[in-house]
């Protein structure tokens, strides 16, 4: 459309386009921050005002990144999208400019009607009285930059505001939980939450083993002991729990105790206590080291006569000859570090221990029957973790007697 135009007069348009373009992108950006860091400061003075639920929180993250979106491309992105023909962008200028009007429109609809009845002569005559009063025309001022100054100072405003918030830490973790509603942070509160044991709050527990929880709450009396809430990790469905704690101490002490039934799987807990909500803490399920099986070799007595006999069974019960020798040999589910055998009978006790055979999983000891009695497996790993429930075992000592 533009080949017959003069090139002045589409110079002009094309920096009019600029410079429109540029004001539009200045406007949307500006607007788009002023939703999204906006939003995110009215979210944050919310979370430090009300204590709310994650669902919530969530929720109301989404509708300000969505809000930020929505008002982005609605004013921005999909405005710079939009092709702007010289038709239009000619109509523009003489809206903002009174001196053009009809002329330039008049102007460009003439060049580009190239079939029309008017000749070439009246087509450039019209051109050159446009270029005339184009010449002093400057697009800064039929553009100006107030007319965003609003949107660019508002938009400033809420920088400013926002750097001042994130450069005190309670207001930065406040800014990390509206934009980052997932994260495993603590809750800006007057109350805060200590955990005693154990430390740190995060720690790995033997399977089956009760977990004792301690907690010292700092700041406002409670006026309600601590909410402690579980979930397990890994579960198809999660087993949730809210339990509320036990005072440890004197009331204003605030140092409050539970306990947690480990399980197989992992389980993580946070507390609430007054408006103080801790971060989700995790404990991790630890099996504690298990004797698979036995295996058992037994040398008889050499006047017997009897071959050896090798057997590999779950349970470690020795039924056998008096004076046979038996190569006891225990198989773990797990290496551990130390391996032994308490021994008792009818006239002694002792504590053997086993030696560790290819792997660490595998130990063995001779042990000779001479008497009856008992014994029980004791293997501890190198972390110091045992086998807490230890099955005793019997031991049968079968007399040598006379037939008859």
Same mark, same amino acid.
């Given at each position: 459309m533009s080949g017959q135009i003069d090139p002045f007069i589409h110079g002009k348009l094309l920096a009019f386009r600029g410079r429109f373009r540029w004001?539009?992108?200045?406007? *949307?950006?500006?607007?788009? #921050?002023?939703?999204?860091?906006?939003?995110?400061? !009215?979210?944050?003075?919310?979370?430090?005002?009300?204590?709310?639920?994650?669902?919530?929180?969530?929720?109301?993250?989404?509708?300000?990144? #969505?809000?930020?979106?929505? !008002?982005?491309?609605?004013?921005?992105?999909? /405005?710079?999208?939009?092709?702007?023909?010289?038709?239009?962008?000619? %109509?523009?200028?003489?809206?903002?400019?009174?001196? #053009?009007?009809?002329?330039?429109?008049?102007?460009?609809?003439?060049?580009?009607?190239?079939?029309?009845?008017?000749?070439?002569?009246?087509?450039?005559?019209?051109?050159?009285?446009?270029?005339?009063?184009?010449?002093?025309?400057?697009?800064?001022?039929?553009?100006?930059?107030?007319?965003?100054?609003?949107? +660019?100072? %508002?938009?400033?405003? +809420?920088?400013?505001?926002?750097g001042v918030t994130a450069s005190f830490d309670s207001g930065r973790t406040l800014l990390i939980r509206a934009l980052a509603p997932m994260a495993n942070i603590d809750r800006v509160s007057r109350n805060k939450i200590a955990v005693l044991e154990?430390?740190? *709050?995060?720690?790995?527990?033997?399977?089956?083993?009760?977990?004792?929880?301690?907690?010292? +709450?700092? *700041?406002?009396?409670?006026?309600?002991?601590?909410?402690?809430?579980?979930?397990?990790?890994?579960?198809?469905?999660?087993?949730?729990?809210?339990?509320?704690?036990? /005072? %440890?101490?004197?009331?204003?002490?605030?140092? $409050?105790?539970?306990?947690?039934?480990?399980?197989?799987?992992?389980?993580? $807990?946070?507390?609430?206590?007054?408006?103080?909500?801790?971060r989700w803490f995790m404990l991790k399920s630890v099996p504690r080291p298990l004797v698979l099986s036995f295996e058992k070799k037994f040398t008889f007595p050499m006047y017997t006569g009897r071959e050896s006999l090798k057997l590999r069974e779950e349970a470690g019960d020795l039924a056998t000859l008096s004076g046979t020798e038996v190569e006891l040999t225990i198989h773990l589910d797990q290496p551990v570090a130390i391996a032994a055998l308490h021994l008792v009978t009818e006239t002694r006790t002792n504590d053997l221990d086993f030696v560790q055979g290819a792997q660490a999983t595998q130990w063995a000891l001779t042990l000779p029957i001479t008497e009856s009695g008992a014994f029980t497996v004791h293997v501890a790993t190198d972390t110091g973790l045992d086998n807490k429930f230890r099955p005793e075992y019997s031991i049968t000592a079968q007399p040598d007697l006379v037939p008859t």
């Open positions: 004001l539009v992108l200045l406007r *949307g950006v500006c607007c788009g #921050l002023l939703a999204f860091l906006g939003g995110l400061l !009215i979210l944050a003075f919310a979370d430090w005002l009300i204590v709310m639920d994650d669902r919530t929180r969530y929720g109301l993250s989404g509708a300000v990144y #969505l809000a930020g979106l929505l !008002i982005t491309w609605f004013l921005c992105v999909r /405005p710079l999208l939009r092709v702007i023909d010289e038709r239009e962008l000619a %109509a523009m200028i003489e809206q903002e400019e009174p001196a #053009l009007r009809t002329k330039l429109l008049s102007a460009v609809e003439l060049s580009a009607d190239s079939e029309g009845m008017d000749s070439n002569v009246f087509r450039r005559q019209a051109q050159q009285y446009v270029i005339e009063d184009l010449r002093g025309v400057e697009m800064s001022r039929l553009l100006p930059g107030k007319l965003v100054q609003t949107w +660019v100072i %508002a938009a400033a405003v +809420v920088i400013l505001s926002t154990p430390k740190d *709050g995060d720690a790995s527990v033997p399977e089956n083993d009760n977990l004792i929880l301690r907690i010292k +709450v700092t *700041g406002p009396a409670l006026k309600e002991v601590p909410l402690l809430e579980t979930k397990t990790v890994g579960n198809a469905e999660p087993e949730e729990r809210k339990v509320f704690m036990d /005072p %440890a101490g004197e009331k204003s002490d605030q140092v $409050y105790t539970s306990s947690i039934a480990m399980a197989r799987n992992e389980i993580k $807990y946070r507390i609430h206590a007054g408006d103080a909500l801790s």
